[in-house]
């Protein structure tokens, strides 16, 4: 079992056409993610690595039966594309586009939890579940099956935690790059109570960063939790009222402070790492 993503993914690639469309497909394709189609408007009819590419979304779901569509196409054309891929009633959206204007952003959550559909992001690297399936950008080889599930602010943290974890010799059920920005549309909330419900998910890694209140309402949740949770908080040497690469990312009037996430998983019961690195010899520590 994973979440998310599994061997069920039926997928779709908007902007299947451009650059990353074609490296990444090739990428999600290799990863044994069942890719069905893809959609660039005037380009139906085309294929790219053998997928099929359909002018619109509503003719490639009503034709391929997907659940899930992940974006790549530019910020200009993110909300268009998130609103066709939403309206043909798929299930999961996954955004990698960053740089979407915020109220553009704004509307797609908004209409999302009205649709009832789970968006991952936007600006996000995606989510991978180990043998399974990968919808996003990702790097392939860092993983390997297992049971710790992680879910992060950072994509590049999110590479080095996998990676470490790897290397120490355990795997992940599941990974989600939550998105950096300060619009996303699922939370650090959301993703522990998915893992918790998660049979293949023993252990759960939190990645977090200043800016924003996602890691102290997080903490509040996994007071309750039983799965032992790992944390690591990006930032911690950040000077006040200045964004630090994420836009999401920015500590102001002493709200969203390193110290401040840290203290709260850990009184929540989680253990912190100082450093990324660490994670993976806490969890051996302590499981």
Same mark, same amino acid.
Do not use: W
């Given at each position: 079992m994973a979440i998310l993503v599994d061997q069920n993914t039926r997928?779709?690639?908007?902007?299947?056409?451009?650059?990353?469309?074609?490296?990444?497909? =090739?990428?999600?394709?290799?990863?044994?993610?069942?890719?069905?189609?893809?959609?660039?408007?005037? =380009?139906?009819?085309?294929?790219? *690595?053998?997928?099929?590419? /359909?002018?619109?979304?509503?003719?490639?779901?009503?034709?391929? *039966?997907?659940?899930?569509?992940?974006?790549?196409?530019? @910020?200009? !054309?993110? =909300?268009?594309?998130? /609103?066709?891929?939403?309206?043909?009633?798929?299930?999961?959206?996954?955004?990698?586009?960053? *740089?979407?204007?915020? *109220?553009? @952003?704004?509307?797609?959550?908004?209409? @999302?939890? /009205?649709?009832?559909?789970?968006?991952?992001?936007?600006?996000?690297?995606?989510?991978?579940?180990?043998?399974?399936? =990968?919808?996003?950008?990702?790097?392939?080889?860092? !993983?390997?099956e297992g049971n710790v599930g992680i879910v992060s602010r950072s994509g590049t943290l999110t590479y080095e935690i996998v990676n470490a974890i790897t290397e120490h010799g355990l795997g992940q059920s599941t990974c989600i790059g939550l998105g950096g920005?300060?619009?996303?549309?699922?939370?650090?909330?959301? @993703?522990?109570q998915m893992f918790d419900g998660d049979d293949d998910t023993k252990e759960i890694v939190l990645v977090g960063e200043i800016g924003g209140s996602a890691e102290e309402e997080a903490a509040e949740y996994i007071k309750e939790m039983n799965k032992p949770v790992f944390a690591y908080i990006a930032g911690q040497t950040a000077p006040p009222g200045k964004r630090m690469g994420h836009a999401g990312a920015i500590v102001s009037r002493g709200k969203g402070t390193a110290q401040s996430k840290i203290e709260a998983l850990r009184k929540a019961g989680a253990d912190v790492a100082k450093v990324p690195e660490d994670i993976p010899k806490l969890i051996t520590e302590k499981c």
């Open positions: 997928l779709i690639i908007q902007g299947i056409t451009g650059h990353q469309g074609i490296f990444h497909a =090739k990428a999600m394709l290799d990863f044994s993610t069942n890719v069905v189609g893809g959609v660039t408007p005037g =380009k139906g009819g085309e294929n790219v *690595h053998g997928i099929p590419v /359909f002018n619109s979304m509503e003719e490639a779901v009503e034709q391929t *039966h997907a659940n899930t569509s992940i974006i790549l196409v530019p @910020a200009r !054309f993110a =909300k268009d594309a998130a /609103f066709e891929a939403m309206d043909s009633n798929i299930k999961i959206l996954v955004i990698i586009t960053e *740089h979407i204007p915020f *109220h553009d @952003a704004l509307d797609i959550i908004t209409y @999302a939890k /009205f649709k009832k559909i789970r968006v991952i992001g936007p600006n996000c690297p995606g989510v991978v579940s180990p043998g399974k399936a =990968k919808v996003g950008i990702m790097p392939s080889k860092i !993983f390997r920005d300060p619009i996303i549309g699922t939370s650090f909330v959301d @993703a522990l």
